[in-house]
């Protein structure tokens, strides 16, 4: 796929413009998001998504138009496993709620930014060494395993080495003053809560990002392709966040389906890679049969998800991202990310060193 540097400038310029509009439109008026809101929103980006995969087709053909949707819906599913950590992070931190969108927005830059970097490695060592697909299916059956095994361990957001950072070399006030992201106190400039979190939802979702962009190469090896379909993933899933957050403890089986999806695309990886390495005869599943795979094991993770909520309520509180989940993950990360916003800080005469 040839994408000329014109064609490039446009997408960023234009999904800098979204973004911008985005920011106008809604946080022009902090206000706590509602569900009718977040649902319109998350129907427009959906649309936009749909319409870009429209313009793929018509510009360069069907197969990169079917890699670009298959790609979307993979890193936007994956993405939805971020939100318990986004709900984590918001709780731990106590961002009212009509701060929480503007939030989200900033956080998912930094993330969009970040991914842009490993898209960029991933696609040079591809091009570099075709090997490289062995590391990446090693890398998503590995994923896959460990999110089969842990899918009832609830995260922990403390572990941010952004935070670590943040809790050694700045100081910080415990008290929000607004939207803005630092202050004055007693003649001198601290760091309020709300950087801080921006950073740790930008940087915690780039973590989560080490298997969801080897998972994209697995369904197209065109840049273009994977760092559209993770701008409308990125995009698309802080208005998905208002949409769901109360829904998110009903999908017990996410994690499954998520396992199944990752490890689905790694076998995809080896088999490319033994394809492209040996002269050995191995299938090879064309992007219809990925898109479809992908789909199909959404929807019976979701409907599976729903049902046996609804014959078996308890399974709301034992598995998943439920309201005991989360009281659980805050114990745990909820001591060390306040010790970034400790009073105490203010008190000495010298920064921390």
Known sequence: MDVPAWAWMVTVVGLLAIITADLLLVDSRPHTFGVKEATRWVIFYVALAVAFGLGIWWWAGSTYAGEFFAGWITEYSLSVDNLFVFIVLMSAFAVPAAYQHRVLLVGVVIALALRAVLIVIGAAAIQRFEATFYLFGALLLLTAVQLLRNRDETPEPGNNPILR?????????????????????????????????????????????????????????????????????????????????????????????????????????????????????????????????????????????????????????????????????????????????????????????
Do not use: C, W
């Open 165 to 353: 950072l943040a809790e050694r070399f700045l100081p910080t006030t415990q008290e929000y003053h607004g939207s803005a992201l630092t202050t004055v106190i007693d003649g001198r400039r601290v760091v309020t809560p709300m950087l801080l979190v921006m950073l740790a939802i930008g940087t915690t979702d780039v973590l989560f990002a080490l298997d969801s962009i080897p998972a994209i190469f697995g369904l197209t090896q065109e840049p273009y392709l994977v760092f559209t379909a993770n701008a409308f993933a990125l995009m698309g899933l802080r208005q998905l966040f208002f949409l769901v957050r109360g829904l998110l403890d009903r999908l017990v089986y996410l994690s499954i389906g998520l396992a199944v999806i990752l490890a689905f695309i790694g076998v995809k990886l080896i088999l490319q890679a033994i394809h492209a390495t040996t002269d050995l005869p191995v299938p090879l599943a064309p992007i219809s049969v990925s898109l479809a795979v992908i789909v199909t094991i959404l929807v019976i993770t979701t409907v599976t998800s729903l049902v046996a909520v609804r014959r078996n309520p308890e399974l709301v509180s034992t598995v998943g991202v439920g309201a005991d989940a989360e009281r659980e993950a805050l114990e745990h990360a909820g001591e060390e990310l306040r010790r970034l916003q400790t009073p105490e800080r203010l008190d000495g005469d010298d920064p921390p060193r």
